[in-house]
T-cell receptor, first 114, second 117 residues
Framework: DGGITQSPKYLFRKEGQNVTLSCEQNLNHDAMYWYRQDPGQGLRLIYYSQIVNDFQKGDIAEGYSVSREKKESFPLTVTSAQKNPTAFYLC?????????????FGEGSRLTVL | AQSVTQLDSQVPVFEEAPVELRCNYSSSVSVYLFWYVQYPNQGLQLLLKYLSGSTLVKGINGFEAEFNKSQTSFHLRKPSVHISDTAEYFCAVSDVRSGGSNYKLTFGKGTLLTVNP
């Protein structure tokens, strides 16, 4: 089945450590996105990529980094510079020629900093 | 820039009762409007969207929403809810000038719908 796979589902990290969240899609979508979700805050865009080897900062990019070396993959690194990294992270993709506003989401990765 | 306000953070209802989840938006230009649903510990799924045309939009799982330009609202309704509708619902907006660029979607803070037996 086509879809978006995020891993790991749960991740614990000590302060000062970098962690990388994986996002893989087999929908052949050009665009991919990373969102952060905090209780009562809705979704906030961290980074997005509309094409391989190109990505742009979203609203809250500080303390995060990404790469887009393959169409299928868009990993997110939460660096030690991110002051409050505990959150639920959602990866999404969309077809540039398809439905407006139609994002396809993975099941998320929950990061807890101890 | 556009913004979205979901007026209720939580809405408890009994099974088989009707429900309305309220969403208001602010934008200086024409907008596209969306409702997404998030079941516990999962990603979001598109319920329905308004791009143009009929102001009453029907979506999946028996939900519908009505676009009201004069009141800048896009409320979500269902005539009879089920336990399985328990989830968080997000309203989202993007402006028409963006040409539908999905990275310009602005999400509301969500409304948690809890359906009780």
């Amino acid at each position: 089945d086509g879809g978006i796979t995020q891993s790991p589902k749960y991740l614990f990290r000590k302060e000062g450590q970098n962690v990388t969240l994986s996002c893989e899609q087999n929908l052949n979508h050009d665009a991919m996105y990373w969102y952060r979700q905090d209780p009562g805050q809705g979704l906030r865009l961290i980074y997005y990529s509309q094409i391989v080897n190109d990505f742009q900062k979203g609203d809250i990019a500080e303390g995060y980094s990404v790469s887009r070396e393959k169409k299928e993959s868009f990993p997110l690194t939460v660096t030690s510079a991110q002051k409050n990294p505990t959150a639920f992270y959602l990866c999404a993709s969309s077809d540039g020629t398809g439905g407006i506003g139609e994002l396809f989401f993975g099941e998320g990765s929950r990061l807890t900093v101890l | 820039a556009q913004s979205v306000t979901q007026l209720d953070s939580q809405v408890p209802v009994f099974e088989e009762a009707p429900v309305e989840l309220r969403c208001n938006y602010s934008s200086s230009v024409s907008v596209y409007l969306f409702w997404y649903v998030q079941y516990p510990n999962q990603g979001l799924q598109l319920l329905l969207k308004y791009l143009s045309g009929s102001t009453l939009v029907k979506g999946i799982n028996g939900f519908e929403a009505e676009f009201n330009k004069s009141q800048t609202s896009f409320h979500l309704r269902k005539p009879s809810v089920h336990i399985s509708d328990t989830a968080e619902y997000f309203c989202a907006v993007s402006d028409v000038r963006s040409g539908g660029s999905n990275y310009k979607l602005t999400f509301g803070k969500g409304t948690l719908l809890t359906v009780n037996p």
